[in-house]
């Protein structure tokens, strides 16, 4: 049998991974004043031992405003930073796990209540809310309230705040940074033309539309280390007629990598209520088969890939260079340990677990050494 594409090492913006799967980020709503709290511990903790060759960090807001609701985690000061610094150094001492994490500002869809709480937008009169911002004042749903539109020193405000965050970023060992451009948010509500009315040179043409969020990105880039990746996760498609489209992604990819931009991520949706998803194993693959492509930086595809068989087929035949998980992670946090038992290869597991290797697969766990002095 020949070696499983889905485990083959890869080398992004110098950043080394050993396989091809990617912990994609996920919201935990579990912090407070945008600190960290022993949830994350638990979580990213847990997922650090998955085998995967990357931990995304959820949506980190770069300000306070840029929270989808008060529980989300920032690092726009020191006091979440140093949160922050006691979660990655104990998750660190386990595990020798790279760690990427995702900067975003959440736009007109700031200002929620956590997803289990119904996840309804709050008021700025309400204790947990507070007044959004975006490319222009036009709510996302009706019925809801309008952000205020950012004028040039809002956007160097936001522009400011992305770098501050990669600096601290950087300064906490992040092994990479991922801008989060996807999912309705206030970079993607520059993107589509939805959400961007504006009439000034950030709106307009796609030229114009890109303008901020490419700012951004060089701005980030140039702030963040240059051995370290810069990446960024996209929306491929608004999936709402007369809005952003995979055109229009693919053109914004080949931008990106211009600019020394190290991966992109291609997910879909988010921006628009109006969305008709055509949800389905591997559902967004189409778009990042598109972005793939046209350029020549790795593509990751997410989405509904759940199968061990399906995630090699996706790297194997060139669709996309690596796969990312989120909800499969949740539901079965040794899902690459399994994958791997499943298709011949092998993955690094912490020497407390070693023992748990069944009979069938005595291949399947190689020993990790942690990075720090744990005994
Ligand atoms: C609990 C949860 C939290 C999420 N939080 C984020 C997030 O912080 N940033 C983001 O870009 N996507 C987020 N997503 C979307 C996922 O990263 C992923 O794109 C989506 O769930 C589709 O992949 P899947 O089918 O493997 O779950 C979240 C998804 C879940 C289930």
Partial sequence: MPDPALFAPLTVGGLDLVNRIVIAPMCQYSAVDGCMTDWHLIHLGHLA??????LTIEATAVLPEGRISHADVGLWDDATETAMAHTLDS????SDMPVAIQLGHAGRKASTEVPWKGGAQLLPDHPHGW???????LAFADGQAAPLALDRDGLARVRDAFVVSAVRAARLGLDAVQLHAAHGYLLHQFLSPLSNRR????GGGIENRMRFPLEV????????PAN???????????????????????EFAQALEARGCAAIHVSGGGLDPRQIIPVGPGYQLPLARAVKQAVAMPVVAVGLITDYDQAEAIVATGDADLVALARAMLFDPRWPWHA?????????????Y???QPQAFPDLLKARRPRGNAA
């Fill in 49 to 54: 031992l998955s085998g995967a060759a990357l």
């Fill in 199 to 202: 009439t000034d040179e950030y």
């Fill in 131 to 137: 007044q959004t911002e975006a490319p222009t004042a």
């Fill in 91 to 94: 998750v660190r001492r386990w």
């Fill in 217 to 224: 990105f060089d701005a980030v880039r140039q702030a963040f």
């Fill in 340 to 352: 791997a038992a499943h298709l011949g290869a092998s993955v690094t597991a912490p020497p407390q």
């Fill in 354 to 356: 070693l023992r748990s």
């Fill in 228 to 250: 370290r990746p810069v990446t960024v996760r996209v929306s491929g498609s608004d999936w709402v007629d007369g809005g952003w489209t995979v055109e229009q992604t693919v």
